[in-house]
């Protein structure tokens, strides 16, 4: 499995944001699901070396997320949820940073390949700050997968984006999970139904759901995810 999770945990002062959750992650797309707060931006902070965990391990392609986070990072493409880009570059030139900071052999030429996977070509000579959502969007996920990683870390990549940019953007997700570990946070549901083969649902910190789409939907006789979301999630109720 090119994810290993083990007893991960993560306290913030008081709070426990993330309680002891184990899974794995293999090739696919797994839907990485849990209502506002639940924990989700977290782990995939701790998966991608961002934040040290409190206690637990994690680790990404053999390599411990703590104790060899450069290697680790090798591995990893990650979209996070605000998609912090360099506004006043052109999109090539922050493709060309990136990829010096990965020592990209060949930038140019993977560069080119990147804007055409993403869809980028028509606004390819724009500066990011110039582009809509969905197009700068479509940057990040450049940005996230031009030193061809095999694990992907997409936290919120389609929130905001138009049913017509989502087509796209979902299309691009669902063929980069053909080869790769793809573990995607969102809160549309459809989304998960229409790319997702595994789901796990969090909820409060800890794991309430972990298993196939379809073995999800059997177990609890429904063919509907958000019902099953709002039964295991709805803290209210
Ligand atoms: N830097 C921080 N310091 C203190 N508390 C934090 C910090 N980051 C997150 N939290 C808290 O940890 C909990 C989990 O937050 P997290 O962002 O991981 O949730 P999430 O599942 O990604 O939520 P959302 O769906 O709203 O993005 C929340 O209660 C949040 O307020």
Do not use: W
């Not at 104790?67 to 912090?84: F, T, V």
């Not at 790319?195 to 649902?201: A, Q």
Request: proline share 3%; hydrophobic share 40%; glycine share 10%.
């Amino acid at each position: 499995m090119n994810v290993e999770v083990k007893e991960l945990t993560k306290v913030y002062g008081q709070q426990k944001a993330v309680d002891q959750i184990s899974f794995s992650a293999g090739t696919g797309v797994l839907g990485f699901l849990g209502p506002n707060g639940a924990g989700k931006s977290t782990t995939m902070k701790m998966l991608t070396c961002f934040l040290p965990a409190t206690s637990g391990t994690a680790s990404v392609c053999g390599f411990d997320v703590e104790k060899q986070s450069l290697q680790a990072r090798g591995q990893i493409g990650y979209l996070p949820e605000n998609n912090p880009l360099y506004l006043d570059m052109y999109i090539k030139e922050a493709l060309a940073f990136v990829a010096g900071i990965h020592k990209i052999a060949d930038p140019a030429t993977r560069i080119a390949e990147v804007i055409e996977l993403t869809g980028l070509t028509a606004e390819q000579h724009k500066k990011v700050g110039q582009l809509s959502k969905g197009y700068k969007q479509r940057v990040g996920l450049a940005q996230a997968i031009l030193h061809d990683p095999q694990v992907l870390i997409l936290d919120e990549p389609t929130s905001g984006l138009d049913p017509n940019q989502l087509i796209g953007i979902r299309q691009l997700i669902r063929d980069l999970g053909k080869t790769k570990t793809v573990i995607l946070s969102t809160h549309i549901m459809q989304e998960v139904e229409a790319i997702c083969d595994r789901v796990i649902i969090i909820n409060k910190g800890k794991i309430a759901a972990d298993d196939t789409l379809t073995g999800l939907l059997e177990a609890h006789g429904t063919n509907s995810l958000e019902t099953i979301f709002v039964k295991l999630t709805n803290n209210a109720a």
